[in-house]
């Protein structure tokens, strides 16, 4: 059954409702729901210049017989009523009186506080994104150049690595980078990969107390630590995702050589980076490829950059069908690689993505689901996500800092793009965050 109008003055606990009108014009972090708290009830039948709705099939059936709730009046209700009034009665100066301090923390506010945070987001994902594009569009030719052992290539990479340096001296930056890493959408794979290891890589560099010039040349071998696949033919790389252990064996071993073969024709090529090239596939107990290296045989810039490239390969494995999302593949490496991979380097991996990565989609306790934007590393279980309601306007974008809202409203579990419908999927995407909120509609008309 759909939606039908309804009365504030008929609505119940156990009612699902809806909505009608701008998500600056009621306190709810979302425009529909089910009614499950008096207090909820009350502002709901206080809520002026709004359009109500209930859904009956989604509706608790007692709900339907039972009569209004008794009255039992809260001493924090009208102070809760009040204090989430639009924010167009507030006084904007710079000398606020106590009283009006109070209201900092009310929902609505908060909204909007929310919200304009979210456009700042915006705009340091758009400088990153062209960036980051950038970054993919040279590194092409960079790698022809070392590929034919020109030069050129090594400067061009290590250009690019100072850029990458810079970027993630800002928070927000590295926030956004981080949103951008999350989500495979260029058919580039093989940059993608060496872009996102060797940028994930400086940041766990920098969280581990590496010198800026000891993570430019970790960084560089990161760019190239697979670039002996270029050996192969293209179809023997597609095949990857689907080698049998013997084949995949040889490949491991096989390609690191042939990368450190390439980049000696490069003059001046750091030796550390080299090494990082030759060890990526060791692992700590001797069990890794080519030449079975133990923990102290192994360089530490090594270490950092197998952690991230098995990262980045369990979240983009070849076959789709395959692919961990983010939470999987940190606790896969927390949990299973205690053995092979540097425990100080994982530990500093998930802080750095937090427990719930920018670019994870998740299923909320209201129902509702949506994708993470960014950490707070303050709390890494409640981050920013973008929600997707069905009863929302596309031009108003739902967005919540979990770490301000009521610790009832939680993540339930992370969940796979497959596993959602086309739109949803669509609306969610990583990259359609730098579309929201076009310049003409700033956040001050929604509480005009």
Request: aromatic share 8%; net charge negative.
């Amino acid at each position: 059954m759909p939606f039908v109008p309804i009365e504030s003055n008929a609505l119940r606990l156990g009612l699902f409702i809806k909505i009608e009108g701008s998500w600056f014009s009621h306190p709810f972090p979302t425009n529909s729901f089910k009614i499950t708290d008096s207090k909820d009830l009350e502002i709901l039948k206080s809520l002026k210049s709004i359009k109500l709705f209930v859904d009956f099939d989604r509706s608790d059936p007692e709900a339907f017989t039972l009569s209004d709730p008794p009255e039992s009046p809260s001493k924090e209700l009208p102070e809760r009523i009040a204090a989430e009034k639009s924010l167009v009665e507030m006084e904007n100066n710079a000398s606020t009186p106590p009283e009006a301090e109070e209201l900092v923390t009310n929902p609505m506010q908060r909204k909007v506080a929310q919200r304009e945070a979210f456009q700042v987001y915006q705009s340091h994902l758009q400088q990153v994104e062209n960036q980051f594009q950038e970054v993919l569009q040279e590194s092409k030719q960079m790698f022809q150049d070392v590929v034919a052992g020109r030069p050129r290539g090594l400067r061009t990479a290590q250009k690019i690595v100072v850029n990458l340096l810079d970027l993630l001296d800002g928070a927000d930056n590295s926030r956004a980078l981080l949103n951008l890493i999350g989500s495979n959408e260029t058919s580039e794979e093989f940059f993608f990969h060496a872009t996102n290891v060797s940028s994930l890589s400086m940041m766990v560099g920098l969280d581990l107390g590496l010198s800026r010039q000891e993570n430019e040349k970790m960084a560089l071998g990161a760019f190239f630590h697979d670039i002996g696949e270029l050996k192969y033919p293209a179809e023997t790389l597609l095949r990857k995702g689907m080698m049998g252990q013997g084949e995949l064996k040889t490949f491991l071993r096989t390609h690191p050589q042939y990368g450190v073969e390439m980049v000696d024709k490069i003059p001046n090529f750091p030796y550390e980076a080299v090494e990082v090239i030759r060890q990526h596939h060791e692992r700590l107990n001797g069990s890794g490829q080519p030449s079975g290296k133990k923990d102290p045989q192994i360089s530490t810039f090594a270490k950092i950059v197998m952690v991230v490239d098995l990262y980045d390969e369990l979240c983009h494995h070849p076959d789709p069908a395959r692919s961990l999302i983010p939470s999987e593949a940190l606790s896969y490496l927390y949990v299973k690689c205690r053995q092979t991979l540097w425990h100080d380097a994982i530990v500093s991996l998930i802080k750095q993505l937090g427990v719930y990565p920018p670019g994870s989609l998740v299923h909320l306790s209201n129902q509702k689901t949506g994708i993470v934007t960014s950490v707070n590393f303050e709390n890494r279980l409640r981050p920013i996500i973008l929600v997707y309601d069905e009863h929302s306007s596309t031009e108003e974008p739902i967005v919540l800092n979990l770490a301000e809202e009521d610790d009832s409203l939680l993540i339930t579990e992370t969940i796979r793009p497959g596993d959602l419908t086309p739109k949803i999927r669509e609306c969610l995407n990583p990259r359609r965050l730098i579309s929201y909120f076009p310049s003409n509609t700033p956040v001050e008309s929604y509480v005009a």
